[in-house]
């Protein structure tokens, strides 16, 4: 034997459609997982996804423990622990799937340059997106800012392979291995009874789905129903593949398009992070650095805890601090809240939503907010303001939503619930807004107009 094949796991666990662990099997397999926070930098995994990755973690080595082997857990400098691993048995290859984040592609060359000298395979794959995302250029070689014509040359151009089928693995290794316990990625903020991560919740989340995947059209936009797939977070830890999903749904149902558009969107949100990997700390347009931004400490604290007035609002940032998830349509409303009525800079409810967010996926969150700040690619114009109260009146008409997460408008009328401030009783343990939507619109749209 030459030696033993490194599957190195990331963002992909699983060891189902794992092209990085099927083409490992072909010799000796010891699979491998590196917790190393600080060399992700500022952007390393807040609570909640670190909640989620323990979990994950445990079943992703219950997975390899029917194969017959043991998933490595070691913590620190990645290339130090690849070094020790060396040292400790003979390493033929080392086999990961593309990882996109900034910090970690720079890292990864630098591994991968520093092993082939020491004659070690580096074999890399696509085991998480659909694309690789410089395949898609435009006509003029220049990447895509507009998702549109992004999306037409992806379903033009591209093919999909098929899922590929489970690893056998035949070799049973004793290399040592930290216990998951020993990472402390568990705070206070528990969500077992809304989630379930790894595989398993990935596939029963995915099965409740496709059974109604035809009414997601009807059902997306409205925040008290279980209309959308919620597989956001079993995507970005890669317990599922998007391979897995497209296979299952292109041709399966009724009215697929709306769902596979958003399977589309993310890839156009990884594509947008390979080619401006500046726009985690930066606007996309860059004329928006020199914005007025208010610094208001006060108005993004009320805006974390759910306390602006505006019952749409509140209802989503406290779903996000209860749950670990927001709902899409809900995550709009409240992005804009900030960044057009209270003036506060994108950056800030990017970072809120990267530590709060089981789901928090750099490259998602990233074009998400510089969407609607309208500072991105592709971005909503500036004259777009989402008015909070006619969102909830249009996406939550009888207060269904509002009235689960915020207990104190439990008896507010319909008439009043999304504007309890105008109702004829008195709420006195509820806020009243923290800002005149309409004179907050104003003042954003004349910062625009003037400046942007």
């Not at 008015?387 to 915020?406: A, E, S």
């Not at 439990?410 to 343990?429: F, G, L, Q, R």
């Amino acid at each position: 034997m030459r030696g033993w094949n490194i599957v190195w796991h990331y963002h992909d666990l699983r060891i189902e459609d794992n092209p990085a662990l099927v083409e490992a099997a072909s010799g000796h397999v010891l699979p491998l997982f590196i917790y190393c926070p600080k060399e992700e930098g500022k952007w390393s995994q807040g609570t909640a996804s670190n909640w989620w990755l323990h979990h994950s973690l445990q079943e992703l080595s219950k997975e390899y423990q029917k194969l017959g082997t043991k998933l490595v857990i070691r913590s620190g400098s990645a290339f130090k622990v690849l070094e020790q691993l060396i040292s400790e048995i003979p390493i033929a290859g080392v086999y990961w799937n593309q990882r996109y984040e900034p910090t970690l592609r720079k890292r990864d060359r630098k591994i991968a340059a520093i092993l082939k000298a020491r004659d070690i395979d580096i074999c890399c794959f696509e085991g998480n997106y659909l694309i690789t995302p410089s395949e898609i250029l435009n006509k003029t070689g220049k990447p895509y800012s507009v998702f549109t014509p992004f999306s037409k040359t992806l379903l033009k151009g591209c093919s999909w392979r098929s899922p590929l089928p489970t690893a056998q693995i035949n070799h049973r290794h004793r290399v040592r291995s930290e216990k998951i316990e020993d990472l402390k990625l568990l705070s206070k903020r528990q969500f077992s009874d809304q989630w379930t991560p790894g595989r398993k919740g990935a596939l029963k989340n995915f099965e409740i789905f496709r059974k109604k995947v035809d009414e997601y059209s009807k059902q997306r936009e409205i925040p008290s129903v279980y209309g959308t797939s919620r597989l956001s977070p079993h995507l970005h830890f890669g317990e599922i593949s998007p391979h897995e999903i497209w296979k299952e749904l292109e041709h399966k149902t009724k009215d697929r398009s709306p769902f596979l558009l958003q399977l589309i969107w993310r890839e156009f949100g990884n594509y947008f992070l390979f080619h401006s990997p500046q726009a985690t700390d930066h606007s996309w347009k860059r004329t928006f650095d020199e914005f007025p931004w208010n610094k208001s400490k006060q108005n993004l604290h009320a805006w974390q805890k759910g306390m602006t007035g505006y019952p749409i609002i509140d209802a989503g940032m406290r779903e996000l601090w209860q749950t670990g998830w927001m709902h899409n349509r809900v995550r709009m409303i409240v992005g804009s809240f900030l960044v057009k009525d209270l003036l506060v800079h994108w950056i800030e409810g990017a970072k809120w939503f990267w530590k709060t967010l089981v789901d928090a996926d750099l490259a998602n969150n990233t074009l998400g907010w510089q969407w609607v700040a309208g500072c991105g690619p592709d971005a909503a114009p500036y004259f777009r303001v989402f008015n909070p109260v006619l969102q909830g009146k249009k996406f939550d008409p009888k207060g269904t939503y509002v009235r689960h997460w915020i207990p104190e408008l439990t008896d507010v009328p319909d008439k009043w619930i999304h504007n309890p401030w105008e109702a004829p009783k008195i709420i006195s343990d509820y806020p009243p807004p923290i800002v005149d939507h309409a004179e907050a619109r104003q003042k954003a749209l004349n910062f625009y107009k003037n400046k942007y």
